[in-house]
């Protein structure tokens, strides 16, 4: 357990610990909530908020710890904004200048110039050829970004 914590990124393990603080947080709220209104409803919805947030730390923990995802790194070269949409596509160039294209959420801090590391969760899905469709179904595959430093022209971080 303490190897998997030293050699797991910093990221990951971020969202590791706050799926499951959330998911402690929400059956200590619902069982002082239940003491002080008797409401055992709020209490029920709370367990099951705490076993659904169980499951999701359990699945990440045992990705991690089998070194189930996939990153891409690169330095950001582009940033297009998708109208009436909830992402935008972002190019990211690697060292060896391949170009790839992600999408990603609006809400994700990123900037030109800067370099990525991105975490995804290794999947066997195809593309279906709908920029729509494929971002809807691999939504659930992004876990994280994270910020190298601005790019200063060598292979050195």
Known sequence: MMALLKECPRILLQKLFITGLLG???IVVGAVYCIAAHDTVFLALSAALFIGCAYRTIGLYCMIAGKNYCTAEGTCIGITPKPMRRYRSVRLMDAEGV???L?????TKIKIGSQYRIYFKNHQRPGFGSEYLDTALSA???LGIEELGEY???NSR
């Open 140 to 142: 659930d595959h992004y």
């Open 103 to 107: 999408l990603l959420d609006k809400r």
């Open 99 to 101: 170009e790839s294209t």
């Open 152 to 154: 200063s022209g060598s």
């Open 24 to 26: 402690i947080g929400c």
